[in-house]
């Protein structure tokens, strides 16, 4: 699959204002130069058909509902009892609350469910590392062969620390998602990702660390 990031920034995610009309208009969420990664997201979401997306975070649903309109199963994932007002307007995205991923599956299946992901948005609070660090682990237990967005990889030491020990392809896509950090990982190594260094059309290697 051919990732142009470039079509990140011209992605429409006009669809949220009328849920979250402060943060709309806040954060120009849905401007080209947005600081935030909604439009990342939509854009990511709408390269696969029918598959299923994992949001690891679910806080006030905001990136479950920048991937609710693509033709995907988008289940999100929170330890809070959280779901959105807007969530029976989109049957195709799944709420799992007071569920934490990183602890065994109720169906005892040692987390092989999340091979079942196509792409992973893993953003979990209070980005201190420790459960991004346990995220990782289970990753490499499962063979896990997807994509995943991992969300501020900059905003502190530990989650920088976090980022340099992924050995895999990866990519530093800060310039198109969250102003704090966004990496995409390739798992599979089979996409084709291509990144532009601000309006330069440069292709960029994967990231060293």
């Known amino acids: ?32 130069d947005t600081t935030e990664h909604y439009k990342l997201l939509s854009y990511l979401a709408s390269l696969f058909n029918n598959a299923i997306i994992f949001d690891v975070g679910t806080a006030k649903g905001m990136s479950a509902l920048a991937m609710a309109r693509s033709n995907n199963t988008i289940i999100s994932y929170d330890i809070k009892n959280y779901v959105p ?7 195709n995205v799944i709420f799992k609350t007071r569920t934490n991923i990183n602890d065994n599956h109720p169906d ?18 209070p980005h201190l590392g420790k459960q991004e660090d346990k995220f990782l682990k289970i990753i490499k237990k499962i063979q896990y062969k997807g994509l995943i967005l991992y969300d501020d990889i900059d905003l502190n030491d530990q989650m920088r ?16 998602g969250h102003a704090s950090g966004s990496g995409l990982v390739d798992y599979s190594e089979k996409h084709e990702i291509i990144t532009y260094d601000d309006s330069m059309t440069r292709f960029l290697n994967p990231s060293d660390g």
Do not use: C
């Open 85 to 91: 007002e807007w969530a029976s307007e989109y049957p």
């Open 1 to 32: 699959m051919k990732i142009e990031l470039k079509n990140a920034k011209r992605a429409d995610v006009s669809h949220m204002e009328r849920h979250y009309p402060l943060q709309y208009k806040q954060y120009g969420i849905n401007d080209p």
């Open 108 to 125: 005892g299946n040692n987390y092989q469910y999340i091979n079942s992901a196509s792409f992973i948005l893993l953003d979990i609070d």
């Open 161 to 176: 620390k976090m980022w340099t020990t992924i050995m895999e392809p990866k990519y530093d896509i800060t310039e198109f």
